[in-house]
T-cell receptor, first 117, second 110 residues
Framework: GAVVSQHPSRVICKSGTSVKIECRSL??????MFWYRQFPKQSLMLMAT?????????EQGVEKDKFLINHASLTLSTLTVTSAHPEDSSFYIC?????????????FGPGTRLTVL | QKEVEQDPGPLSVPEGAIVSLNCTYS??????FMWYRQYSRKGPELLMY????GNKEDGRFTAQVDKSSKYISLFIRDSQPSDSATYLC??????????FGTGTRLQVFP
């Protein structure tokens, strides 16, 4: 099956700092990557969709200046949480889709747990 | 009303039991229906997906979609302790965007 990696798996930072999370598709080219956020006991909420080489499309209520997404290649997308605050503490998960069997199949990374102190 | 509703559980069953997990939805435009399994602090893993209505079987897992009732199910036969996880349903129209349920936490005890 398709493999998606995320780095780091866990990060703790101080309030006001910026954190970058990487998402890589290891064995396929992902035309589209997705970033989700998951709070405890809640569902995955789509934050944004990024297509390689173009600007990300953000979901309603997600601040694009706070959550910067870059999809520079077909195998790498990054999410940068700028000026992080405790309320940004969450589990961030990326997924990659497109170009694999059916375009609606998304393969998820293992997630990054962000804790902002 | 949420687009996708799923009972959060937890659902606790003995090993060997048949498990039934369900989701309801409100948007008749959904065409693709997925089930994901998520272990604690891990990303979701695709178990099965179905296009439109009907049944699909894969080993001990069977996915059913009833579009007339806007209801989907995942059945797990001969459940094992290793099946203990959170099961998420997800749905999509003809785009890449997936709408997830909140997930049902399943515990299979020996």
């Amino acid at each position: 099956g398709a493999v998606v990696s995320q780095h780091p798996s866990r990060v703790i930072c101080k309030s006001g700092t910026s954190v970058k999370i990487e998402c890589r598709s290891l064995d396929f080219q992902a035309t589209t990557m997705f970033w989700y956020r998951q709070f405890p006991k809640q569902s995955l909420m789509l934050m944004a969709t990024s297509n390689e080489g173009s600007k990300a499309t953000y979901e309603q209520g997600v601040e694009k200046d706070k959550f910067l997404i870059n999809h520079a290649s077909l195998t790498l997308s990054t999410l940068t949480v700028t000026s992080a605050h405790p309320e940004d503490s969450s589990f961030y998960i990326c997924s990659a889709g497109g170009g694999i069997k059916l375009f609606n199949e998304q393969f998820f990374g293992p997630g990054t747990r962000l804790t902002v102190l | 009303q949420k687009e996708v509703e799923q009972d959060p559980g937890p659902l606790s069953v003995p090993e060997g039991a048949i498990v039934s997990l369900n989701c309801t939805y409100s948007n008749s435009a959904f065409q693709y229906f997925m089930w994901y399994r998520q272990y604690s602090r891990k990303g979701p893993e695709l178990l099965m997906y179905t296009y439109s209505s009907g049944n699909k079987e894969d080993g001990r897992f069977t996915a059913q979609v009833d579009k007339s009732s806007k209801y989907i199910s995942l059945f797990i036969r001969d459940s094992q302790p290793s099946d203990s996880a959170t099961y998420l349903c997800a749905m999509s129209r003809n785009t890449d965007k997936l709408i997830f349920g909140t997930g049902t936490r399943l515990q299979v005890f020996p």
